[in-house]
Every structure is written in C-alpha cells, then in structure tokens.
C-alpha cells in the first residue's frame, strides 16, 4: 500500500495481526500502540528510519521492533549523485524544454552545464550515505572531499573542515547528510543550514 494508512486503521490492524509492517508515513504513538485488544508483537520497520514510531511506547507494550540499516545507503547516494549530475549539467530544464516542445536544435553553447569532473564536494556530516556518495564521486569524477561534522572521523578519507563557512567556501558542491530538522530550520531550531548555506558564498563551479 502506497498510500499512509489512518490512525483508525493502524488501531485496526494492531488488533489483528501478529506483525505488522509500517512505513515511514505510518506514525505509530501511544494511542495507535497501547490500545485494548492488542495483538501485534513485532513492528518490522519497511526502512532504516524509527523516527515515526514511539519507541518507548512499544518497549511499554511489550511490542518489538526491527528496521533495515544499511539497506537504502547506496541507492540514497546514488540518488544524490543524480541530483548533482541534474544541477550541473541542467538535465532537468533540458527535459522540460523538450517535453515542452520549446527545443529548436543543437547550439553550441546552449544549456552547456558545468563538469563535476576535479571539482571538490562538502560534505555536512559524514555518516553511511555520506561515505557512500564520497566513494561514488571521487571513483566517477575525480572529486575531491572535503567535510564538517560535530568531530573528525578517523576512518574517513576526506578533509575535515572544522566549520560550515570554511566548507561552503571551498566547495564546488554541498551535500547534506544530517537531520531534516537541522537541514531546514525547524520551530527547535534556531537556524536552517539550508538558510546559512543561501547567505555563504558557496564555491563557484566554474573557478
């Protein structure tokens, strides 16, 4: 099912099943786990994520819980790494040109791009997928790493970069690979990265 299920749905299936399979969009709390006539006695997670499930409330149901680590690390990097090649190389506006019906024929300099070949990524934060992405990029173009994070990670090959300025301004493309909350600037939050990473002057790509 693709779609996320109700919290009167989930009530109905934590009543009947002996293992359920929720998804991220699944948010299963205190009222949907601690409910009369409870069966479930397995949570098996579908991804790597439990943000959407109260562990505690499980643990007080006597309710278990899996998930998946490490299953979506390299298709997550290589996801990111599409996304680099689509900014570059302006694949993106290519396609809605054409699907458009607006493209008149070859140019020579038209919807050029830029190479990622040599340039340098920032990396914010250097957990699985993080690794993942480094390894991809340095193997296809040649890229350097550079990264911040709460400490230096001895068994990573990049540079640690002791500040998000200093990063910003060395590389040629940021990938961030840290909380959402932190990323965007949620209410907890004082400040979005996204925000911060707008005001720095990132490294340019054509330097």
């Keep these: 099912m693709d779609t996320a299920l109700s919290r009167d749905a989930l009530q109905v299936l934590i009543r009947s099943v002996d293992i359920l399979c929720p998804a991220v969009s699944d948010r299963l709390d205190e009222s949907v786990l601690n409910i009369v006539g409870r069966r479930v006695r397995l949570l098996a997670n579908y991804g790597a994520g439990t943000d959407h499930i109260d562990l505690e409330a499980a643990r007080r149901a006597g309710i278990m819980v899996s998930n998946t680590p490490d299953v979506l690390t390299e298709a997550t990097a290589e996801l990111a790494l599409t ?12 396609e809605r040109e054409l699907r458009s019906g607006r493209w008149s024929g070859w140019r020579p300099t038209h919807m050029m791009g830029t ?18 992405l480094a390894r991809m990029a340095v193997a ?52 979005g990265l996204v925000d911060q990473m707008a005001r720095a002057s990132i490294g340019r790509c054509d330097r």
């Design 115 to 132: 190479s990622l070949q040599g340039r340098t990524l920032g990396l914010v934060e250097c957990g699985r997928i993080a690794r993942a």
């Design 83 to 94: 996304l680099m090649l689509m900014v570059a190389r302006r694949t993106s506006e290519g």
């Design 140 to 191: 296809a173009f040649g890229m350097t790493i550079v990264y911040h994070a709460r400490r230096p990670a001895g068994d990573f090959e990049g540079a640690f970069v002791a500040d998000l300025d200093t990063l910003l301004a060395r590389a040629n493309v940021v990938s961030l690979h840290c909380p959402g909350c932190l990323a965007l600037g949620r209410p907890s939050e004082s400040a």
